[in-house]
């Protein structure tokens, strides 16, 4: 049982060059969701997607696009990337109904030069 | 709107002894109230959940909180610390009923253990 599954798990990026943070669950979830973790900061919402078709910014979503792909899959593409962007970036999901407890994929490194 | 503080963004005690990891949340409607727990170089886990049933929650590994409406609390305490025990700790706090699950996290709280 995979449940949440980033792609790539490290990348080093140079200024204003763009890539895509892939994220699929297996959980059948509704709600999923981007976050980016920097020291003492806990984490912070970027975007998320209520459910699939849906989309909406969260507390820090500036330099970030998301497409909801399928019910599966929601991607976190930079398109420019800026050293403040230098963060570790989670991937969770969860049911979207009742408790919601949200799963967390591993996280992915970024390092923007 | 919600918000959470931990007070203390690192806690060291010695292996044995009392872990106490606070939290103190705001909202503006009943909350629902998490800890997660993030072990070095991984993704969050879920330790415990308070959903206004019994305001005593256990979780896993021997770890439990208590919801104070009072105080706004819900303090993380394990009666006898393990070295397996170190890792960073979240508070996180999400409005009951339909919000699809937003949370708004703490600081996280960083603990040590010694032998």
């Known amino acids: 049982n995979a449940g949440v599954t980033q792609t790539p798990k490290f990348q080093v990026l140079k200024t204003g060059q763009s890539m895509t943070l892939q994220c699929a669950q297996d959980m059948n979830h509704n709600s999923m969701y981007w976050y980016r973790q920097d020291p003492g900061m806990g984490l912070r919402l970027i975007y998320y997607?209520?459910?699939?078709?849906?989309?909406d910014k969260g507390e820090v979503p500036n330099g970030y696009n998301v497409s909801r792909l399928n019910k599966r899959e929601f991607s976190l593409r930079l398109e420019s990337a800026a050293p403040s962007q230098t963060s570790v970036y989670f991937c969770?999901?969860?049911?979207?109904?009742?408790?919601?407890?949200?799963?967390f994929g591993a996280g992915t490194r970024l390092s923007v030069l | 709107a919600q918000s959470v503080t931990q007070l203390g963004s690192h806690v060291s005690v010695s292996e044995g002894a009392l872990v106490l990891l606070r939290c103190n949340y705001s909202s503006s409607v009943p909350p629902y109230l998490f800890w997660y727990v993030q072990y070095p170089n991984q993704g969050l886990q879920l330790l415990l959940k308070?959903?206004?049933?019994?305001?005593l929650v256990k979780g896993i590994n021997g770890f439990e909180a208590e919801f104070k409406k009072s105080e706004t609390s819900f303090h993380l305490t394990k009666p006898s610390a393990h070295m397996s025990d170190a890792a960073e700790y979240f508070c996180?706090?999400?409005?009951?009923?339909?919000?699809?699950?937003?949370?708004?996290f703490g600081q996280g709280t960083i603990l040590t253990v010694h032998p």
């Open positions: 308070y959903t206004s049933a019994a305001t």
């Open positions: 996180a706090v999400t409005p009951g009923g339909t919000s699809y699950g937003k949370l708004t």
């Open positions: 997607s209520a459910s699939e078709g849906t989309t």
């Open positions: 969770a999901s969860t049911l979207g109904q009742g408790v919601n407890i949200q799963y």
